[in-house]
């Protein structure tokens, strides 16, 4: 059983980048999609972008469009979330969330990576 | 705002049964067979409950089901146990621009 491991907790400051990694552990990343979603203190879920690794394929949501960048490195099934000119309001558990290619629902979750954004 | 609306709580007692819906539009919900629902517990990640708008993966009991109606998908929740007390967030494919949408979750307390 693939599981999804995720880099620890980050604070950054207001304006810098911040780059989370998610490692698919037991397996290959060969035919799924990695997404990235991220939480809010308090609030809902919200998905920001996704890699399909075996076609190169790459998209974002419309609101992180010029701000976040999805990357993996198949050789070590790990996928990469960078968000940059952090704010406050970015601070938020970010989840990495995988679902099989031809499939409709994400199956399995990492248990999320805290970033809190604060001078 | 979430794209997709869904009360902010729901309660029941044990053994009732709790619906919980998610409204959204011709472009989302009522648009694809592709509505999935996730049980969060406090910090805990999302967990699969129902998929494929009424599909339940193995493993989830099935006093857990899903349904829907035009721009409205609803989970019911039969036989209320203590456990089921969460957060529940439906979620939609919404097509190849926007790609996938969230309620804002839905608290379901246990009394």
């Known amino acids: 059983q693939v599981q999804l491991v995720q880099s620890g907790s980050e604070v950054k400051k207001p304006g810098s980048s911040v780059k989370v990694s998610c490692k698919a552990s037991?397996?290959?990343?060969?035919?799924?999609?990695l997404n990235w979603v991220r939480q809010a203190p308090g609030q809902g879920l919200e998905w920001m972008g996704r890699?399909?690794?075996?076609?190169?394929?790459?998209n974002y949501a419309q609101k992180f469009r010029g701000r976040v960048t999805i990357t993996a490195d198949k050789s070590t099934s790990t996928t990469y979330m960078e968000l940059s000119s952090l704010r406050s309001e970015d601070t938020a558990v970010y989840y990495c969330a995988r679902y099989s290619y031809g499939f409709q629902y994400f199956d399995s979750w990492g248990l999320g990576t805290l970033v809190t954004v604060s001078s | 705002q979430s794209a997709l609306t869904q009360p902010r709580s729901v309660s029941g007692s044990p053994g009732q049964s709790v619906t919980i819906s998610c409204t959204g539009t011709s472009s989302d919900v009522g648009g694809y067979d592709y509505v999935s629902w996730y049980q969060q517990h406090p910090g805990k990640a999302p967990k699969l409950m129902i998929y494929d708008v009424s599909e339940r993966p193995s493993g989830v009991p099935d006093r857990f089901s899903g349904s829907k109606s035009g721009n409205t998908a609803s989970l019911t929740i039969s036989g209320l146990q203590a456990e089921d007390e969460a957060d529940y967030y439906c979620c939609s494919y919404a097509g190849s621009f926007t790609f996938w949408v969230f309620g804002g979750g839905t608290k379901l307390t246990v009394l």
């Open positions: 037991g397996g290959t990343l060969s035919t799924y999609t």
């Open positions: 890699l399909i690794p075996f076609l190169d394929i790459i």
